[in-house]
């Protein structure tokens, strides 16, 4: 049995790929979180909808199915969304306690990663955050899913986990 947790909100499938591949390298479980409601599928419209990032502005989500205690190491992967990280990812660390866990953060952008590593901290004030990702893709609309960030990158950030 594992004691690490990958959990992730990808809404274009970045962070989906990625998730994937730390959880097959740690042989942890996985988690997807999801919004109760989904976005809409036109992206310049849920760019156009997240304008304001707030960290106190969040949406509702889907139940969580896991027991998040039988957890001893959490990987959290979300995209970033106007500089901060997902509404999605916001909702789920105010809702459920990750306290006293080791924990790597990651936010996958197209280049402006803005505050994300500071809104991670913000939420998670009684954790043991050990590393953190900025995880780059494509900025180009033709090719966002080409990752820029090379996988060395994502192995060093997933050893320090250990
Ligand atoms: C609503 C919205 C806002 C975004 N804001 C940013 C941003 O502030 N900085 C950035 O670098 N990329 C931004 N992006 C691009 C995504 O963060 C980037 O493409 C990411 O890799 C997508 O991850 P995903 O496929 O897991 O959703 C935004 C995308 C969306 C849909």
Known sequence: ???????????????????NYVKDKLNAD????EPQIPFSSDYDEV?????????????EIKKVDKDLSKYKKIV????????GISPVMKKFLKE????????????????WLGHCFKDYETLLP???IKG??????????HERDKML????DIDNWIKKLN
């Open 1 to 19: 049995m594992t004691d690490t947790l990958v959990i992730y909100y990808s809404f274009t499938g970045n962070s989906k790929k990625v998730a």
């Open 30 to 33: 996985i988690l997807e979180l």
């Open 47 to 59: 760019v156009a909808e997240w304008q304001n990032n707030d960290i106190k502005r969040d949406v």
């Open 76 to 83: 959290l992967i979300t995209c970033t969304w106007w500089y």
């Open 96 to 111: 459920y306690d990750l306290s006293n866990k080791d924990i790597i953060i990651a936010s996958s952008n197209a280049g």
């Open 126 to 128: 009684n954790s043991n």
């Open 132 to 141: 953190e990702l900025d995880l780059v893709f494509s900025s180009n609309e």
């Open 149 to 152: 960030t090379s996988k060395s």
